[in-house]
């Protein structure tokens, strides 16, 4: 009901926009800078026409230089229009095979060079992994769900993969923890009531702080550090 009614209120644009982030994946190969603000310019009317309140923190901790990975709970497909909306600092993100035919989300993808990993395929996993390093050591910025799949408990979190890290591990950059809340209720509640989601920026991990962790130790304590911001508030 909540897409429907961001499609009906802003209908005029619609279709503007889908060709301008369209030609984003076409037309700017190895320039991100247009889908990215592209992004930002769709997340804003979706947030202004969904009867969403945004509500930020944190921002000081984003990295001033890039070169790092945001490391969010992952909660629907409302989460990345919120890093759009709020994020002064360009990314792309790793998806779920599965969801990159998703009419928009795969023009997202192109447009902002995302990857999408196959889970299943652990030799395309790892290749996604090590380019997503490299893209990283070249100064490229990244969201990576570490839970892999979105929690379909509200605000409580699935376990955080320790493979999920192994992209920072090989950069040696900073590790960037996200909370999210409540933004399953935009697109998984068949409802259109006002609802506010918060995306708090967490201080980030730096490599010195966690070179000689394991990677499930490192999973544990961005997971510790979301699970606390997220209790403290709801």
């Not at 009901?1 to 060709?19: D, E, G, Q, S, T």
């Not at 023009?107 to 990857?115: F, K």
């Not at 990283?136 to 408990?153: A, H, L």
């Not at 259109?192 to 967490?202: A, E, G």
Request: proline share 6%.
């Amino acid at each position: 009901m909540r897409i429907a009614m961001m499609v009906l209120r802003k209908l005029y644009l619609v279709p503007f926009l889908f060709y301008q982030i369209w030609l984003a994946g076409k037309k700017y190969i190895g320039d991100y800078m247009p889908g990215f603000l592209i992004g930002k310019k769709i997340s804003t009317h979706a947030i202004q026409a969904g009867n969403i309140t945004p509500e930020i923190h944190g921002i000081e901790n984003i990295p001033k230089e890039d070169g790092f990975i945001f490391y969010p709970n992952h909660q629907g497909l409302f989460d990345v229009l919120m890093f759009f909306y709020s994020s002064p600092k360009p990314f792309a993100f790793v998806i779920k095979k599965e969801a990159r035919n998703v009419i928009l989300l795969k023009q997202a993808i192109q447009a902002t060079g995302s990857l999408p990993m196959d889970r299943e395929d652990l030799r395309q996993s790892m290749q996604v992994i090590n380019q997503v390093a490299k893209e990283v050591q070249q100064g490229r910025n990244y969201i990576i769900f570490p839970e892999g799949t979105r929690s379909k408990m509200g605000n409580k979190l699935l376990e955080f993969k320790g493979g999920s890290f192994k992209a920072a591990q090989k950069a040696k950059c900073p590790i960037v923890p996200c909370a999210l809340i409540n933004s399953f209720v935009p697109f998984d509640e068949n409802s259109v009531r006002q609802v506010t989601v918060k995306l708090i920026y967490l201080k980030p991990l730096y490599y010195e702080e966690y070179q000689h962790m394991r990677s499930n130790e490192i999973a544990e304590e961005v997971k510790r550090r979301i699970e606390e911001a997220i209790e403290k508030n709801l």
